[in-house]
Every structure is written in C-alpha cells, then in structure tokens.
C-alpha cells in the first residue's frame, strides 16, 4: 500500500521589518487594481485602447491576478508608489507562478506623462508553481527608456507591472506576494527551522500553507539520510504560516 508522510510544524512571527516602500497582501490588495489590456508593451489608458477593470482578490497573503478575458493583464500601483524614485536601487517582485508553464515574460512599466520606461525579466519556459523573487535594478542601463530618464525617476506617477504569463483565459492565475521599491541593502531574511525524520532513498517535498487548506511547494524535494534533517525556510510577513514535510511517493 502506497502513502504519503505528513509532518506539520506551526511558525508564528510578526511582521518583518524593511527598508522599502511595498505592498505586501497581508490583508487586502492595499489599492491596486487589475486591467486587461489590448497592448502588452504599453498600458497607458488612450483613445481606442480596450481596458476593462478587473476586482482584485486577496488569498493566503497574495494578491490573486486572474485572467478574465482575452487581452494582457496588468496590475497598476496605488499612490504610495507615485512618488520620486530617487533614493531607490531596486525594484522587486515575489511571486508564484500559474499552473502552467509560461510562456510569456514579467514586464514594469513607469511613466511620469511625459517620458516612459520598461523592464521585462525573460520567463519563457519557466515551470509551473515557480515560487520567483525578483529584482530590477534601477540604474539607467538596465532600462528601456523614451525621454528623459533623470525627470522621469524624479517624478513617477504611472506604475504597471504586466502579469499575464499564458494564454489560458479564466483559468490562468498567478500570486503576488510582495512588490518593493527598494533603498540599498535590504535586512537579512529571518528563517523557520523546519525538522522531520525521513526515510533512506525517499524524497519529500516541504510544503507551506496559512490557513491548512491550501497548500504551496517551498523549495524543492529533499532527499532523505535516514536520519532526522533540518532544512531552514525563509519566512514571509504572514500573521502565521503552517509546514509539512511530505514523502514522495517512489515511481
């Protein structure tokens, strides 16, 4: 008879601390919203641009961006990211990733109504449930810019990030789990020590929920020794988080 091995620990912690300006989902989507949006490469609302508005949702912590119609999803910031971006170094992103292997790239787009810049990060390929901490540098070389660069960073009042990694309409969705303009070096990311007995030769897959019902990979699969393992798992700003060790089943 096959089976499976659950371990669960329980990891309560307060908030982390940061040097940044950031949504983090705890809550609620903290004011941004979701639109579909006929350009991939532009998200300016102008004259003949279909945009529909899409209620954002908010779950275990992420804010939910779900594919409604056949167009390119982007969410836009709140005002506390209209600001200048002066004094930030980069730009950052965590996030998971649809079901589904991707097939298109992770765009930021700021304008100040006058000048414009993007960055894509090349996602092509990646596969489903990929758990993606990401950074944009801000230094003038890594984006693509029309206009006035120094002007534009001094005075950002337009900030879309394009998240539409398929083509699976209604059923595509990928979670957002933190967005940061970030000042310098960030502090250390605190760790849980996540410990389970494992068997020799059997793999097992540590997995992280907040609400012990829905469920998400950390990592990847840990080979067992035998013995009791320690594997330290980077905590998020969750008010608790639920772990488990689950032994693979052998093919």
């Known amino acids: 008879m096959k089976f499976h091995l659950y371990l669960l620990v329980v990891a309560l912690f307060v908030p982390l601390s940061s040097y940044a300006t950031e949504s ?38 992420r804010l939910v961006v779900q594919d409604i119609a056949n167009n390119w999803n982007w969410i836009v910031a ?53 758990v993606l901490n990401l950074s944009a540098p801000l230094q003038k070389s890594q984006w693509n810019v029309t206009g006035n660069r120094e002007q ?40 849980f020590p996540v410990s389970f007995p494992t068997v020799q030769d059997s793999d097992y897959q540590i997995e992280s929920s907040v609400n012990l019902e829905d469920w998400k990979n950390v990592g990847i699969p840990v080979p067992g020794n035998g013995s009791q393992i320690t594997i330290e798992i980077p905590l998020t700003d969750a008010p608790r988080l639920f772990f488990r060790a689950r032994k693979l089943e052998t093919p």
């Open 24 to 61: 983090t989902f705890s809550a609620n989507n903290e004011g941004w919203i979701i639109i579909d949006h006929v350009s991939s490469t532009n998200p300016l609302p102008s004259s003949g641009i279909q945009l529909i508005k899409n209620d954002p949702q908010v779950s275990g912590g």
């Open 152 to 191: 534009l960073i001094a005075n950002v009042n337009a900030f879309y990030i394009r998240i539409d990694l398929n083509n699976n309409v209604a059923s595509e969705a990928d979670f957002v789990d933190r967005v940061a303009l970030v000042n310098g070096t960030e502090p250390p990311v605190p760790t």
């Open 78 to 130: 709140p005002a506390k990211f209209r600001q200048s971006w002066a004094s930030f170094t980069d730009l950052k992103i965590d996030l998971i990733t649809d079901d589904s292997s991707s097939l298109f790239n992770i765009r930021f787009f700021i304008a100040d109504g006058v000048s414009s810049a993007w960055y894509e990060f090349p996602l092509s390929g990646t596969p489903g449930n990929s």
